[in-house]
């Protein structure tokens, strides 16, 4: 069991005048491989929630329990809780410093007490698994790069700590449609190929319904939803109460139903949609 959360609240400046409860006994358990969206409007708790996941922050009150380390409030496993739980912030980039790439990537092994040689094959590894040629960039300067390539050079300085759970918040966030689908489809690869514990924060219904397994979604500082991509989505009234939608291809579908068309009502990505619609148009049944 990866993470567990008990009762798990969260209140920022607390005793103060602008003491804010940001999470509200929270409970919830994310298993080994599974692929979390975490959804929720702004100000809803996510980002709260996952800076708890690597001690970031500890709880007011509650536990949480990741990988076996309890994560209380007078915690002190932070060093080995950090090596376990991977956590990429957005905008990432804004905190790569080091003059070359490998210098960035080789940063967080470093600090582990890696010796030089398993540095260098950790930020080789790095580079491969997130599409980035080492031989050629390592020298660069990560400020000369694309976006969409200093967003890689951040993961695989993550990646190089070898971390049992990705969190991302928001990895996509600011980069053009094709940096997007890069840093995305090397996300759902890592997943596959690992079986990486993996939690994704995002603003897109779109991204998560194509890539996720369960979507957690929150709001006002406690958890409203928890369920699969089809579970959740139908739950369309309820998210669009919390400022959330499902995602845009679900209000075609509702509408060829309406005309008439035999497509089931639990799409929710373009490649369903484009399946399900060809299917029909060929004379295709859902039997």
């Known amino acids: ?23 509200d006994g929270i409970s919830v358990e994310i ?4 692929f979390v969206g975490l959804i929720g409007h702004t100000g809803s708790g996510k980002s709260t929630l ?29 060093k080995e809780l950090r090596q376990k ?11 790569l410093f080091e003059d070359t790439v490998y210098l960035d990537i080789a940063f967080g092994p470093k600090n582990l007490g890696c010796s030089p040689s398993e540095i260098e094959l950790r930020v080789k ?37 070898k971390p049992e759970i990705l969190v991302l918040d928001e ?21 596959r190929k690992y079986n990486l514990t993996t939690i994704l924060v995002s603003h897109s219904m779109e991204d998560i319904a194509k890539l996720v397994d369960r979507i957690i979604v929150m709001n006002k500082g406690k958890i409203a939803l928890d369920g699969t991509p089809e579970e959740v989505f139908r739950h369309a ?4 109460e919390m400022g959330l939608a499902v995602p845009n291809i679900a209000h075609l579908i509702k509408k060829l139903r309406e005309a008439g068309l035999d497509v089931p009502d ?21 039997d």
């Not at 920022?12 to 602008?18: A, C, H, I, V």
């Not at 996509?172 to 090397?186: M, V």
């Open 1 to 23: 069991m990866p993470i567990k959360i008990e009762n798990m609240s969260h209140v920022y400046m607390e005793g103060g005048p602008f003491e804010y409860k940001a999470l």
């Open 31 to 34: 298993h080994d491989g599974e």
């Open 50 to 78: 996952i800076q708890h996941l690597n001690g970031l922050l500890k709880p007011t009150s509650g536990t949480i329990e990741v990988n076996g380390i309890k994560i209380e409030h007078k915690s002190k496993q932070l």
């Open 85 to 95: 739980v991977g956590l990429v912030f957005q905008y990432p980039e804004h905190q």
């Open 125 to 161: 590894e790095a580079m491969e698994l997130v599409g980035l040629d080492y031989e050629s960039i390592k020298d660069r300067s990560p400020f000369e790069l694309s976006g969409g390539q200093r967003r890689r050079v951040a993961i695989a300085g993550v990646l190089a700590m």
């Open 171 to 191: 990895p996509t966030a600011g980069l053009d449609p094709r940096g997007r689908d890069e840093i995305l489809g090397r996300i759902a690869e890592l997943h």
């Open 237 to 240: 009234q309820q998210l669009s």
């Open 266 to 286: 639990n799409i929710f990505t373009v490649e369903r949609a484009k399946e399900e619609i060809l299917r029909v148009l060929r004379g295709g049944s859902n």
